[in-house]
T-cell receptor, first 115, second 117 residues
Framework: DAMVIQNPRYQVTQFGKPVTLSCSQT?????MYWYQQKSSQAPKLLFH???????NEADTPDNFQSRRPNTSFCFLDIRSPGLGDAAMYLC??????????????FGPGTRLTVL | AQKITQTQPGMFVQEKEAVTLDCTYD???????LFWYKQPSSGEMIFLIY??????QNATEGRYSLNFQKARKSANLVISASQLGDSAMYFC??????????????FGKGTTLSVSS
C-alpha cells in the first residue's frame, strides 16, 4: 500500500500559469519535505514542515510556496512557473524519534513540464 | 567541496554477480546518518539502507549491505546476487546534525547501475 502519495504523477502547465502539486501520507509522520530534482541531477530540498512550522531553505526562490493544512497533506504551489522550473518534484516524510536519525520516505514524484 | 562524492557515473554487472557502489562523504559532525536510495526510471526514490555514525556494525538489509569505513569516510553499498530489477540510479545521501528533524538530505550525484542477463 502506498504510504506517500503524490498527485498528479505528471503535470503540464503553461509558462506563468500557477500550479499546485499535492502530497499525502498515511504514515502519520510529523515532518514533510519538498525536493526538486532536475534532469540528471540529485534532489535538492526546497522546504519542509516540522509539524506546523514551515522551514524554507535559504536559496529557494520566492516563486515556490507550500501549505500544510493538516498532518496528512502538504501542497507545493508554484506561483509563476518558468521554463527552468520543469523538474521532478519529490515529497518525503519522516518521523522524529529521540536518539534516532529519522529516515525520509519518498513519494513517487510529480514530473512537471512547463510549456 | 562536495559533501557526498559518488565517483562512478555508471556501473555494469551481470545477473547474480555482486556489485559495489562507492560513496565517500565529508563532514565535521560527530553525529550523522548515511543513506542509500534507489531511483528507478519511474522516478520514485526508494529507501534501501541506513548507517548511523555511531553504529559499530555494518548495516545489512536483505541483499544490500553497507560497507562503512568511518576513518576513511566511506559508505559503499554492496548488492549481492544482482537482479535485472536492480537496474536503476543509486544515490548516497547524508544527514548531518544528529537527530535534528528537518535537516536536508545531502545527495551525491548518483550512480547508474545496469544489470544484464
Amino acid at each position: 500500500d502506498a504510504m506517500v502519495i503524490q498527485n498528479p504523477r505528471y503535470q503540464v502547465t503553461q509558462f506563468g500559469k500557477p500550479v499546485t502539486l499535492s502530497c499525502s501520507q498515511t504514515l502519520n509522520h510529523n515532518v514533510m519535505y519538498w525536493y526538486q530534482q532536475k534532469s540528471s541531477q540529485a534532489p535538492k530540498l526546497l522546504f519542509h514542515y516540522y509539524d506546523k512550522d514551515f522551514n524554507n531553505e535559504a536559496d529557494t526562490p520566492d516563486n515556490f510556496q507550500s501549505r500544510r493544512p493538516n498532518t496528512s497533506f502538504c501542497f507545493l504551489d508554484i506561483r509563476s512557473p518558468g521554463l527552468g522550473d520543469a523538474a521532478m518534484y519529490l515529497c518525503a516524510t519522516s518521523k522524529t524519534r529521540e536518539g534516532h536519525t529519522d529516515t525520509q520516505y519518498f513519494g513517487p514524484g510529480t514530473r512537471l513540464t512547463v510549456l | 567541496a562536495q559533501k557526498i562524492t559518488q565517483t562512478q557515473p555508471g556501473m555494469f554487472v551481470q545477473e547474480k554477480e555482486a556489485v559495489t557502489l562507492d560513496c565517500t562523504y565529508d563532514t565535521s559532525d560527530q553525529s550523522y546518518g548515511l543513506f542509500w536510495y534507489k531511483q528507478p526510471s519511474s522516478g520514485e526514490m526508494i529507501f534501501l539502507i541506513y548507517q548511523g555514525s555511531y553504529d559499530e556494525q555494518n548495516a545489512t538489509e536483505g541483499r544490500y549491505s553497507l560497507n562503512f569505513q568511518k576513518a576513511r569516510k566511506s559508505a559503499n553499498l554492496v548488492i549481492s546476487a544482482s537482479q535485472l530489477g536492480d537496474s536503476a540510479m543509486y544515490f548516497c545521501a547524508m544527514r548531518e546534525g544528529g537527530t535534528q528533524a528537518g535537516t536536508a538530505l545531502i545527495f551525491g550525484k548518483g550512480t547508474t547501475l545496469s544489470v544484464s542477463s
